[in-house]
Every structure is written in structure tokens, then in C-alpha cells.
């Protein structure tokens, strides 16, 4: 025989000075509304299941009209000159069904939010790109801003600006704290906050979009981490330091290989030492005139093929162009520099 269950118990209401008061005696009983103890919260069944309808009681009754109709014994109406007031009035179901959504509006929260703007956070990006581009600034600054700036649209969702709120921010937080945690640097980390910050900033100071009246404040309260810059290379070497590098480097391109001995396996060893230092001299010595005399990069270096040299005409030249801004101008910089005697030989 099957175990019978226990009786779910029904709210019963009183209303004290406009409002209703859960009581465990007397009162009216809400036909649909139960109360769970265990997480403080009312609650109504829709097609066997239990659905939660918050903490509040007045704002419970209201939404438990969502989803059945109120029994004609429960007799609500709604006083709007508070912030709700239900009283025991003989309003019809119609009159109910009016008013219900003039209540809505006035259970209004700090949670709920405003109509949403015209402008989403991609309309930011998308200002902060043309602003940018029209001040010349680099493009791999710009491109890599906006695909840090995308990050937090994929994070948070492509949302109007009006509806940012400070959990979006913690939340792209947390995503870069994930994230970085022993896979990636701090500079990363510092990269991506940087430019959240520099879109929204601009958008906030050059625009008219409807942000909210605290986001700078939220999104400058996202944990700074320092970033200890690494060693760079960036300063010029001492003249004393580069002719030393060149005597070295014609001593090793000078070294007679074939005179060498190659009796024994120790003498052989050598001898295959001494040629790669011969070949090294002369491939680095020309690396160095040529990038000193051309300011040229690794980069640079790494990409002259010999139709860039013009070597048998009367004043030999580099013909390189700049393809560094090639992307935004639509063509490259065409940069032609004279060869000295020394960087020919």
C-alpha cells in the first residue's frame, strides 16, 4: 500500500496597514501559494513542478496571477500611492487583470532594468576603431585593442550600454584571473584590461550613449597586476662594442680552412669549428653593415631578397619598401637608401 503523502499547507493572508503578513491562523488563504521554510521563499506549482516566486509576499500574489487565475474567494486590488498595498475588495477578475500591470511597474527593483538603448557595446568598438583610425595611430594597436575589447563582448554578451552593470565587470574579472592563472603572463592580463578601458573611456568622454552613472568606477576597480617588463635590446650598442663585433667577425671570415690539418679526429673537430665560424663571419658581418647602414630590423633583414640590392648601376642601393602601413594607406612606402663602399665589399 503506498505511503499517502503529506497535505501541502496554503498561505493564509493578512493585511496590516495596506500590506499582507503571512499568518499561521485566520486570515484569507491564497489558493496556489505555498510557503517554503527551508529557503524562505514562496512558491506555486505549475504542471507538477515547483516554481519559486521570491521572498516577497505582495510580489508573489501578483506574479502567482502569471500563471493560473486567482480564485473568485481571493479579492486583491492595488493602491499605487505606496509601493504596493493590497486590500480585500470586491474587484472582479477583469479589474484585477488592469490593474496588474500598473503593479508591475511599481515592484519595479534596482535589479530590473531600463528600456534598452540603440547603442550596444560593438557601436562602442566600432567608435573607438573610426576615432582611432582618423588619428593615424598604429594599426597593430588598433587591431589588437579591439581584439581584447572583443573578449569582453564574448564575455559578457553584446549587450546595450545602459544595461552594463558592476557583476559584468567581476565577471570579466574572474574570466582573466582564469584564464592568466599559469598559462599566461601578466602582461596579458594587463593588455586585455587596458583595453577595456581605453574604448570605454573614450566612448564615455566623446560620446552621448546612456552609460551608467558608476561604470568608470566598476571598471577601474578590477584588480591591477604588475607587469615587470622583460629585458629589451631597444638601446643603441656603444660604437666601441660594434667595431670589436666586426674585427671578429673579418678575423673569423679571413681563417684559411683547407690549410688546416685533418689528420687525427681532434684536428678534424677543429677544422669543422673553424668553417663554421668562417661562414658566420662573412654571413654576419654583412647582416651588420647592411642593418647599420639601412636602419633595418630582424624582421627586415630576414625578408631582403637579392632583387631588393641594386648593386651594378653607378650609385648601388637598397630598393625595400615599408610595408608597415601598407594596411591602412593602401600601398607601401617606397624607401630606396645609398650602400657605403665598406657594406658593398
Known amino acids: 500500500m503506498a505511503k499517502a503523502g503529506r497535505k501541502r499547507k ?3 493572508v493578512e493585511y496590516r496597514d495596506g500590506r499582507p ?4 491562523k485566520g486570515g484569507t488563504e491564497i489558493q496556489g501559494l505555498s510557503y517554503d521554510s527551508s529557503i524562505k521563499s514562496y512558491y506555486t506549482r505549475v504542471g507538477g513542478r515547483k516554481k519559486n516566486l521570491g521572498r516577497d509576499l505582495a ?24 509601493p504596493l498595498s493590497l ?21 519595479a527593483t534596482e535589479d530590473d532594468k531600463p528600456p534598452a538603448a540603440s547603442q550596444n557595446l560593438s557601436d562602442c568598438l566600432r567608435f573607438w576603431t573610426e576615432w582611432k583610425t582618423a588619428e593615424t595611430c598604429r594599426q597593430s594597436y588598433i587591431d589588437e585593442t579591439e581584439r581584447c575589447f572583443n573578449e569582453f563582448i564574448s564575455e559578457v554578451g553584446d549587450k546595450p550600454v545602459n544595461h552594463l552593470a558592476k557583476s559584468d565587470f567581476v565577471g570579466f574579472e574572474r574570466f582573466l584571473i582564469k584564464s592568466s592563472k ?35 568606477r566598476w571598471y577601474h ?31 673569423w671570415a679571413v681563417i684559411d680552412v683547407e690549410a688546416m690539418p685533418r689528420a687525427t679526429q681532434t684536428d678534424r673537430a677543429r677544422r669543422n669549428r ?72
Do not use: H
Open 10 to 12: 496554503l498561505v493564509r
Open 21 to 24: 503578513v503571512r499568518v499561521k
Open 59 to 82: 510580489a508573489a500574489i501578483v506574479k502567482l496571477q502569471d500563471e493560473a487565475d486567482l480564485p473568485a474567494k481571493v479579492k486583491v486590488s492595488f493602491e499605487l500611492d505606496r
Open 87 to 107: 486590500r480585500e475588495l470586491s474587484d472582479s477578475r477583469e479589474a484585477f487583470g488592469a490593474k496588474l500591470k500598473a503593479a508591475r511597474a511599481v515592484l
Open 182 to 216: 599559469g598559462r599566461k603572463g601578466n602582461d596579458w592580463y594587463a593588455r586585455r584590461l587596458k583595453s577595456l578601458r581605453a574604448v570605454l573611456n573614450l566612448c564615455y568622454q566623446k560620446t552621448e550613449y546612456p552609460f551608467p552613472a558608476d561604470l568608470q
Open 221 to 251: 576597480a578590477i584588480k591591477q597586476r604588475p607587469v615587470v617588463p622583460a629585458k629589451e635590446s631597444a638601446e643603441p650598442i656603444p660604437v666601441s662594442v660594434f667595431r670589436d663585433m666586426l674585427l671578429t667577425l673579418r678575423e
Open 274 to 345: 673553424a668553417y663554421v665560424r668562417k661562414r658566420a663571419g662573412v654571413q654576419w658581418q654583412a647582416i651588420l653593415l647592411l642593418a647599420c647602414n639601412c636602419s633595418l630590423g630582424n624582421e627586415d633583414v630576414c625578408c631582403i631578397r637579392w632583387d631588393n640590392l641594386k648593386l651594378r648601376v653607378k650609385l648601388p642601393y637598397l630598393d625595400f619598401p615599408r610595408t608597415k602601413q601598407e594596411r591602412r594607406i593602401g600601398r607601401a612606402i617606397e624607401r630606396k637608401t645609398p650602400l657605403l663602399p665598406s657594406t658593398i665589399r
